[in-house]
């Protein structure tokens, strides 16, 4: 007996299962050997035999061991397999049992082409978008930036009573660069606009002037050649320039023998040393070049009151905080307020906030909301897939029920059912990576030109992983409920032919549950995109204080060398402005140094002559150099007084406008005019201007700003020292009687007669400033009302599924119910009111998550609260109108079904 | 994946069967099986004994140690309430498995 014992042990060896049940293993079987020779001998064999056939009931020497193994209790050995070194016996079955899943799950599918045709496409298209707008947010959000350390470089600001970020004068950059002691490294750069006239046609070009050390600082390289040096920004050097990787692409065919060349720049000669890499952007987004600054070296070194015109990015010396450097810098601000009381007086201190807050914040909430938006798109597609699924297991109940009679365990069905729906999701994961290639170009093509790091959007590892992730979540979502409930058979219901009892109500509460989340979630959507709509809205209705239709705008830039003085351009104004005014179809014609909404800061310091002012303070305006002619060619409305005319010449007095704001702010009850001011816009200090009238305020920064105080004087009185920024960066406006770009060609022929080297290279309309401007929001609420659109479609297609399979179980009540007497209109309530049962309370779900999550959206809105009634109500009243129609189209089916038809069926 | 299942199907309707009544030991219930079968069926242990840990592991089945008087212990096997459940269902979808066979396998007539 022993000996069957210890070859019993012996077989069981290999499963290493734990002693004690191994103990009884053998005991038991031992004992059935025992049995087995005892009858045999009991029926007449010898010992010799009944012995050898008793061991032979052990069956071939492996075989116990397999049938062991096979008869689960791989468990035991798994825990011990995959611990250890692994056998392999229970990974190898896993193996197995996944290899034919698939192939099961691969043949189901193959069975039910349509269902599967529609899941793959819905799926490719929530994950596709959720994949765009994901690789949106990780190349624009997440992304360090790319330089060197970038949690290191900040950007800089002037901090004044205004809230608001402002730049700097030469001379105060200059010291702050000097006198710092948090900073590694702090580089200023400006505004510079090139005319390119040689190597093809002319161009006006934006570009930049750049400190030294600027990109060594950024930790930046050049793709060619080499980045500009702190030994270019010394004086007495060659005149060098690098360009951005898209203008050496678009204008020179990234042409790798450029370097070294020689471009023409505003009449100067500039050698090209290299070109810059493909992500790399300026700080302000359309430079495409930049030349040294040479802060130094530049005349208005030393002018305190000069123009606030440079802005700034630093790096922090390691082990220094931000608030650290923010509090030596502002020290440093103090001092000088102290030695300038006149010039510093508003500048209070210094913020700075980190680069990347400061190239992607105001997209940020946007991307993450979009993100938000769109993954619950694709929750509300899962679901809607997996209401579908759910009925179509009942077709597939029989299936389940035999498999579990036959020795299915429910894990393993359901294993089965959502590897069908994983094998769905993964197809349509894949499909979804495709489209979204195409879907990133062309939503990058509709997105606003201010869209920061746009170039470093791309499907990178991280985007990959999202889209296999989501595909495995949403895989696993729209499964696993419908196999859950699949699996949960009543095996007596089932295998009779009426399978639908209990399991079909059941069924139908889960759809029903499932369509109630997706109304929730789709009316969160349109509530969202809705008060998004409303902001668009009141943000267009505001006025911007011109007449914006019918004006082309037309941005010059005279080269300094053939105009270096205000005769000179003040001569060309004269010689263009009749050639333009007598062009058919115009009906005025106004120049302006800086035109409203373009982005471009010009301000001064002044004080009102007569007035107790302290000493100390001076007040701020924007500054605008204007033609006659301006305010009318962009409607801007004449308060008091007169606007510019002929008289307004250089030897005549010196005259101003104001703006209205800047009259009511320090004219409450008098009238400005004849009022004097005391402006300090050049080198030899403030000067005297009278007032000679009021203009209406005019949005210059955005549309949903307050307006600032402006400052108005005619460009023949332009100071001298002011004249090189005039001429560098004027706005020409045409008020035109029929449309504005049709005028474009004849404009520009006329500024070509009277000088050819003036490029004419920037033609646009007043309306399409307006827009670009409004352009991030724009884009926004148009991403956001298609998903809820699509929402709408998912939620109603899905409460039409539910209501449409509710009637079709419930025929026969039907049809009893008007054999009874009901008639078409009860069944039609009947029918309808489900449907709106469900929508009422997904609505109201909706409502109460929309009253939470809207707050997120706060500073997105523009005029419009965050919980605004109007927009609650107006949404629910489309969502329940659109659940009426889904409602009712099944509802008439229902109320055509014939009572005899049915009862016949019975 | 069918055809296992269907193998294993059948000898867990036959082992449920047995147990239907009282409860038996292993050695037991193969006896049964060769005698009712008049010798078609037969289990040896390697195939017996795995099936009856399989079905009590599926919660069928339940095996107790039972010390009889002047015998040692044996582990005897009973149904339980999910198997009592479960066999009728198995048995009529054998029958209407067999039945469905035959209807195919008839002779074609003519």
Redesign the interface.
Same mark, same amino acid.
């Given at each position: 007996m022993t000996e069957w014992k210890d070859e019993i042990r012996r077989r069981l060896a290999k499963l290493e299962l734990e002693s004690t049940r191994e103990a /009884? $293993?053998v005991e /038991? !079987?031992t004992? *059935? +050997?025992q049995? #087995?020779r005892a009858?045999l001998l009991a029926g007449g064999a010898t010992q010799e035999e009944a012995t050898r056939a008793a061991l032979? /009931?052990?069956?071939e020497s492996e !075989?116990?061991r397999r049938?062991?193994r #096979? %008869?689960? *209790?791989s468990r035991q050995l798994a825990a011990v397999a995959w611990g250890a070194d692994g056998k392999g016996a229970g990974r190898g079955r896993l193996l197995n049992d996944v290899r034919?899943d698939l192939r099961?799950a691969v043949s189901a599918m193959l069975k039910q082409p349509a269902f599967a045709g529609i899941a793959v496409a819905a799926l490719a298209l929530g994950i596709g978008a959720n994949t765009v707008i994901f690789s949106l947010v990780n190349g624009i959000l997440l992304r360090q930036l790319p330089f060197q350390q970038p949690e290191q470089l900040v950007w800089v600001s002037s901090h004044r009573p205004e809230p608001g970020k402002y730049p700097f004068t030469l001379p105060d950059f200059i010291d702050y660069r000097d006198l710092n002691r948090s900073l590694s490294g702090i580089a200023a750069f400006a505004n510079w606009s090139a005319n390119l006239t040689d190597h093809g046609d002319p161009d006006r070009l934006q570009g930049l002037r750049i400190s030294a050390g600027a990109f060594q600082m950024l930790g930046v390289e050049a793709m060619v050649g080499r980045a500009l040096l702190p030994a270019d920004d010394t004086p007495g050097q060659q005149r060098v320039v690098v360009l951005s990787h898209g203008l050496w692409q678009r204008r020179f065919g990234a042409d790798p023998r450029l370097v070294g060349e020689k471009l023409t720049l505003n009449g100067d000669s500039y050698t090209v040393v290299g070109v810059l890499p493909p992500q790399f952007f300026f700080p302000i987004r359309e430079a495409e070049l930049a030349i040294p600054l040479a802060p130094d070296a530049d005349p208005w070194r030393d002018v305190r009151t000069s123009v606030n015109f440079l802005r700034a990015v630093a790096r922090l010396k390691p082990g220094i905080t931000r608030e650290q450097a923010e509090a030596d810098l502002t020290a440093v601000a103090r001092r000088l307020r102290q030695q300038y009381p006149v010039a510093n007086s508003q500048k209070l201190g210094v913020t700075l906030s980190p680069l990347h807050e400061e190239v992607v914040g105001n997209f940020r909430l946007a991307l993450w909301v979009l993100l938000g938006a769109v993954g619950m798109l694709l929750l509300m597609t899962c679901v809607n897939m997996a209401n579908l699924a759910l009925a179509r297991a009942a077709a597939r109940r029989r299936e389940m %029920? $035999?498999?579990t009679? +036959?020795?299915?365990?429910r894990w393993r069905l359901v294993r089965q059912l959502v590897t069908e729906s994983l094998l769905l999701s993964g197809l349509g994961g894949v499909a979804g990576l495709l489209l979204a290639r195409n879907g990133i170009d062309l939503l990058l093509a509709l997105s606003p030109a201010s869209l920061p790091r746009a170039a470093e959007v791309s499907v990178d590892f991280h985007v990959l992983g999202f889209t296999m992730a989501l595909a495995l979540l949403a895989g696993v979502i729209f499964g696993l409920a419908p196999a859950w409930q699949a699996t949960r058979v009543s !095996?007596?219901d089932e !295998?009779k032919e009426r399978g639908r009892g209990a399991g079909g109500e059941r069924q139908n509460r889960a759809r029903s549950l499932l369509v109630v989340s997706e109304i929730a979630l789709s009316l969160v959507l349109l509530v969202g995109a809705g008060l998004l709509v409303r902001s668009f809205l009141r943000l267009q209705a505001i006025n911007p204080g011109f007449e914006a239709e019918n004006v082309l705008v037309i941005r010059l830039s005279l080269p300094k060398a053939q105009y270096p003085d205000r005769a000179a351009a003040t001569a060309f104004y004269d010689k263009l402005r009749p050639q333009l005014e007598n062009l058919p179809g115009v009906e005025s014609v106004g120049v302006v140094s800086a035109l409203p909404l373009s982005g471009i800061m010009a301000s001064i310091p002044f004080t009102i002559e007569g007035r107790a002012s302290a000493a100390d303070e001076a007040l701020w305006a924007d500054y605008r150099l204007v033609s006659t002619g301006y305010f009318r060619a962009l409607r801007i409305p004449l308060i008091a007084g007169r606007e510019f005319n002929e008289h307004d010449t250089a030897q005549g007095t010196s005259v101003a406008l104001i703006s209205q704001s800047l009259a009511r702010q320090y004219w409450t009850n008098a009238s400005p005019l004849g009022a004097h001011l005391r402006i300090d816009d050049n080198d030899q200090g403030p000067r005297l201007v009278e007032v000679v009238g009021v203009v209406g305020d005019v949005k210059h920064l955005s549309l949903d700003g307050e307006p600032a105080p402006h400052i108005y004087l005619p460009i023949h009185q332009t100071h001298e020292d002011a004249v090189v920024w005039l001429a560098s960066n004027q706005y020409w406006l045409l008020r035109t009687a029929v449309g504005p770009l049709t005028l474009s060609a004849p404009a520009r022929r006329a500024i070509q007669a009277v000088d050819r080297e003036v490029p004419a290279s920037s033609i646009r309309t007043m309306e399409q400033y307006l827009a670009a401007s409004a352009a991030p929001r724009r884009f926004n609420v148009w991403l956001l009302t298609v998903f809820a659109g699509a929402a709408l479609v998912l939620a109603g297609t899905g409460l039409y599924g539910v209501v449409s399979s509710g009637v079709a179980q419930r025929r026969r009540e039907i049809g009893i119910r008007m054999a009874l007497g009901a008639q078409a209109g009860d069944v039609l309530k009947m029918v309808i009111g489900q449907g709106m049962a469900m929508t009422l309370g997904g609505v109201a779900l909706g409502l109460g998550a929309a009253l939470g999550l809207t707050r997120w959206m706060r500073s997105l809105l523009f005029g419009v609260s965050a919980t605004d009634p109007l927009t609650f109500l107006l949404t629910a009243w489309v969502l329940l109108f659109v659940a009426l129609l889904a409602s009712w189209i099944p509802a008439r089916r229902a109320m055509r079904v014939d009572p005899m038809v049915v009862l016949r069926e019975e | 994946m069918l055809d296992r299942e269907l193998k294993k199907g059948s000898a867990e309707l036959l082992i449920l069967s047995l147990l239907e009544g009282r409860a038996r030991h292993g050695y037991e219930v193969s006896k049964l099986i060769e005698s009712r079968s008049g010798g078609t069926l037969k289990f040896n242990v390697a195939s017996l004994y795995p099936l009856l840990y399989r079905l009590e592991e599926r919660g069928w089945i339940v095996g107790r140690w039972v010390e009889k008087a002047g015998q040692r212990r044996r582990r005897y096997y009973k149904l339980t309430k999910e198997g009592r459940k479960v066999l009728p269902a198995q048995r009529s979808t054998w029958e209407s498995f067999v039945a469905a066979i035959n209807r195919v396998t008839k002779p074609e007539t003519g």
């Open positions: /009884e $293993i /038991e !079987l004992q *059935h +050997l049995d #087995r009858d032979a /009931e052990l069956g !075989l116990l049938e062991l #096979r %008869a689960g *209790h034919q099961y %029920a $035999i498999r009679a +036959l020795g299915a365990t !095996l007596n !295998l | -």
